[in-house]
């Protein structure tokens, strides 16, 4: 029998230490052009999409896709239109199963957890017989909100998130799994009141041990059938924000409650272990000074990395590139649209006098600069991947200006995914003949830049640099920011459906 499965996406990373994301910033894909623009790409998002393509007992049903670059909170006005239109269409589509891409650590200007209110909405509009699965990025604030109202609610398990596509097609298989009625979803979580402050890299210690464990236990007990591990967004201010462990049982399972205590209890007694070993901007460009014969350089910028929504338009290692010891080569972006106007406003070949960058993070100061307009672009960049393969690079306009003849500088209208090569190769900027280039990404490039160059960490300023008691949080009440050696492990919690049309409970 033909299901009828309805499927979009309403993904973003809030940073809420950011300036908010305006509505008019946020592209939004609706009808046949969502199908056909998430087929292939490397997204869970296209994982669902390609897993549903292939089957001949689903109908597709194409609601709404926003893939919206880490950025500051977003509108509220913007998510409430959004979850109107979902609802109108969850009314007048009436499908047996909802499948959606979400982030996990979404805010708005008004709320912390939009996901579980989302989530919760639709299961209200839906109905309690509608199978709702969601694929999450391991980097969720999750919620109870989110584990009441969707049936199957699982992370990625690699940071960075090479396995985006098949968190995809897994969830669409346990959808279609609890639609068989071979399924019995039962959720139990424990959170640790903590953040790791660093080293998140899945295969490094100590992530690397507690996700090979979940996976050992996943591989080796009929009764689990997922365990998501995940990491705390460190840059929002979610209430009972901590690292959290989750175990998706078919059925009831006895010893879940100890399972995942025991996974937050790890995280909690080897907190101090999640430290990055990070350069310093000079020891960077001392490395990228080693060029000859060697790759170039991929400089992290970490304190301005837009993956993490840090606005982007730092222009601190242009400036001490410039002033180096040695000469040298590179290239970069930078979040300016009063740059980018002022180069489409002359011509290629124009010198611009410009005030560069640091008009939006607060400790940042434009630099005052003089370059050569070498590309003028309206044209979107799509990401060659294989980490958010053949998505928009959502920068806008932009404008490739050369300074000092040796740093080729694209100055972007809009953040942007900056953690692919062909944000540079796409305006005529090649890595190879660089000494470094700088991605606004700490994990995300690793992958994409793979033999082209070799990655660097950066201890560099900026609004995703966390450090312990730089970020006020005010809903939050997290270690290292705050005191919390009294009572660190939240008591386990399982959400269970009591029968297949009826509601999910917490039960204690």
Known sequence: MTKRIAVGRLFHESHGYARPTISESITVVRGDRLIREARGNGTTFGGIVDALTERCDVELLPISDSMIAPSG???????????RFWEE?????????????????????????????????????????????????LHANITPSMLSAGDICIACKQNPHNDYYDTGKRVVELVLEVLAGRLHPVYTLAKARMIAPGKLETHLGPLKQLHARARVLEQSTPAIVDISLYNAYRFGDFTDMGQAAVLLSNGRYPQAK????????????????????????????????????????????????TLAGAPGDSTLILQAAMN????????????????VAQAHTSSVGATLAMRLGGKLTPQFEPFDVEGVVKVINRKDVKLIGPNFGGESAAMGDTALVEIDNRFQVIATSKPGFISDPNVFESHGVH??????????????????????????????????????????KKRARVWPDV?????????????????????????N
């Open 73 to 83: 909170l977003i509108d509220h006005g913007f998510y409430l239109d959004q979850r």
């Open 89 to 137: 269409q969850v009314k007048g589509l009436r499908p047996d199963a909802l499948i959606i891409d979400l982030h996990g650590a979404m805010g708005t200007t008004e709320l912390d957890d939009v996901e579980g209110d989302f989530l919760d909405h639709l299961r209200s509009v839906a109905g309690e017989s509608v199978v709702i699965g969601v694929g999450l990025d």
């Open 258 to 305: 100890e399972i995942v205590y025991k996974f937050a209890q790890e995280f909690w007694e080897r907190r101090d272990e999640f430290n990055d070993d990070l350069l310093t901007i000079e020891e960077a460009l001392d490395a990228a000074a080693e060029r000859p014969k060697r790759l170039p350089k991929a400089l992290a910028d970490l304190g301005d990395r």
């Open 324 to 339: 180096y010891k040695r000469p040298l080569k590179g290239a970069m972006t930078v979040h300016d649209p009063e740059t």
């Open 431 to 472: 890595i190879r003949n660089q000494d470094f280039v700088v991605v606004k990404s700490q994990y995300h490039f690793n992958a994409n830049f793979n033999g082209l160059a070799t990655s660097l960490y950066l201890a560099s300023p900026g609004l995703a640099y966390y450090l312990p008691g730089v970020f006020d």
């Open 483 to 507: 005191d919390v050696e009294a009572d660190p492990i939240l008591p386990p919690q399982v959400f269970a459906r009591q029968g297949r049309f009826n509601y999910r409970l917490k039960i």
